[in-house]
């Protein structure tokens, strides 16, 4: 294992050098946000309006789409991935995944738009799509696709999926009861049965056990991060002192870059945001609208619910008080499970530590439900074909089986994993989508001509002149 471990870090480091990943996302989101004219600003209330439009009978709408996105989105790294960019970036971390986040949603708009626009119809009634098509149709390079496909079923039935199951079984090492070799044992056990009862049912049960926990789950959270900013309001000055100084601590940050506020900021921003990566568009190409350029703009909204509200609370939540941050950076790694359970238990009390908890029961299993639901239409592109029931059922086993090992996996590993395959995404997605941006924009000036006339935007691919067939827009 340490050898693997050793080979999946090597990758990741060149990964995360300043001019590969962390460029292509902050510099590409840069040049679409001017591209789109800054719609996160002037359309964030459109999107807000787009988001409870009904879908044909059968299809699937805007909302539960989004759900489902944000379901992989809003997760265990909301809570333990926001805590480890803390407390090994410091608090500056926080800053640098608003700046990805602002900028990311471009990037969400322009890779969910393309993926409406390049949508398949599905067996069971409804559409998908996602890159993989996008890189076959409009850039002719199916083996890309393939790729691409790849990298994201190892990204989330593999490093992302194993990651939440070992960040879940993480927040129960401050209870008396844990036992470090049976307790991860059982939980991922645990895990394993419901995620496998939940994944045979098929893709619409995905989509409708998502609408209702994601909602529940992000409520609940916000709200107990805004009871402990009120207790803490004369620490909070003293809290974005901390992360502003240490966003612009220069001298720090380039003194040692990867282990900067940035690439923290970077990497755990990515993480959870997933804004860029190409792994959204797999769910938006999934919602039945009448305009490719409405779910562009629903997934940008999920960024922004992701990091500037979710992530936000957790960071707030826990610079607010006055826990030690640094007491959690450990030679043996971060504890970042007991940094937010003891942030909260100097509030609550023990109440802390168990809503922590609970808290990460509902982000795990919604992560791990989001994330496999990008990966079944993917193996198909791959083999360029419907999926018999046998590999379905094979594949749904192994992804079940997987969230086991990533209970009792160690931690370096299963970031480490999370890290390359997500940075491996990043750089085959966000050159396609600068490259066919240009599509992206076209639709969304229709968009806005339409709404200026006073219409409900329909979209015919020949109104911007695309030349490709499409499925759903000739």
Request: glycine share 10%.
């Amino acid at each position: 294992m340490t050898a693997i471990d050793n080979i999946v870090l090597a990758i990741s480091n060149i990964l995360y050098q300043p001019f590969i990943v962390p460029l292509l996302l902050i510099a590409g989101g840069i040049y679409l946000t001017f591209r789109c004219k800054f719609l996160q600003i002037g359309m964030f209330g459109e999107a807000c309006k787009v988001i409870m439009e009904k879908p044909h009978e059968g299809g699937v709408s805007s909302f539960g789409a989004l759900m489902v996105s944000t379901a992989s989105r809003v997760g265990t790294g909301n809570i333990i991935g926001v805590s480890t960019a803390i407390v090994c970036g410091g608090p500056g971390a926080i800053f640098w995944m608003w700046i990805t986040a602002f900028f990311g949603g471009a990037s969400a708009f322009v890779e969910s738009t393309l993926a409406q626009i390049y949508k398949k119809k599905d067996n069971d009634g409804t559409s998908k799509g996602g890159p993989a098509f996008y890189m076959k149709d409009a850039l002719g390079q199916r083996w890309l696709g393939v790729i691409f496909s790849i990298f994201i079923i190892f990204t989330y039935m593999i490093g992302y999926n194993m990651l939440a199951a070992y960040n879940l079984q993480s927040t129960f090492a401050a209870f008396s009861f844990y036992h470090e070799k049976s307790t991860p044992f059982i939980i991922g056990l645990i895990l394993c049965v419901l995620f496998g009862v939940i994944v045979l049912g098929g893709a619409k049960r995905l989509i409708n056990v998502t609408e209702v926990l994601v909602p529940i789950m992000g409520v609940m959270y916000v709200v107990v991060a805004i009871i402990v900013l009120i207790i803490n309001i004369p620490n909070l000055g003293h809290m974005f002192g901390m992360i502003f100084s240490s966003a612009f601590d220069f001298e720090a940050i380039f003194g040692g870059f990867a282990g900067s506020c940035i690439m923290y900021g970077v990497k755990r921003g990515l993480y959870s945001n997933e804004a860029g990566m190409g792994s959204a568009p797999n769910a938006a190409a999934r919602a039945d609208v009448s305009h490719p350029a409405k779910q562009g703009l629903v997934q940008m909204l999920s960024v922004f619910i992701d990091t500037l509200l979710i992530c936000t609370a957790t960071a707030f939540m826990c610079l607010s008080t006055k826990v030690d941050l640094a007491a959690y950076n450990l030679p043996d790694g971060p504890n970042a499970a007991g940094y937010v359970q003891d942030s909260l238990a100097s509030v609550f009390g023990g109440f802390g530590p168990a809503f922590i908890a609970i808290a990460m029961c509902f982000f795990a299993f919604t992560t791990l439900i989001g994330n496999y639901s990008y990966c079944e239409s993917c193996y198909e592109f791959i083999i360029n074909r419907e999926a018999s029931k046998v590999e379905l059922v094979i594949m749904r086993i192994v992804a079940s089986i997987l969230i086991l090992l990533g209970a009792v996996a160690s931690a370096s590993l299963v970031w480490d994993i999370a890290d390359m395959m997500q940075g491996l995404m990043v750089i085959t997605n966000v050159p396609s989508i600068l490259i066919l941006g240009g599509i992206a924009f076209r639709c969304l000036d229709d968009y806005r001509k339409q709404k200026a006339e006073g219409l409900n935007p329909i979209f015919k691919a020949s109104s911007i002149g695309l030349k490709q067939k499409t499925e759903y827009w000739n």
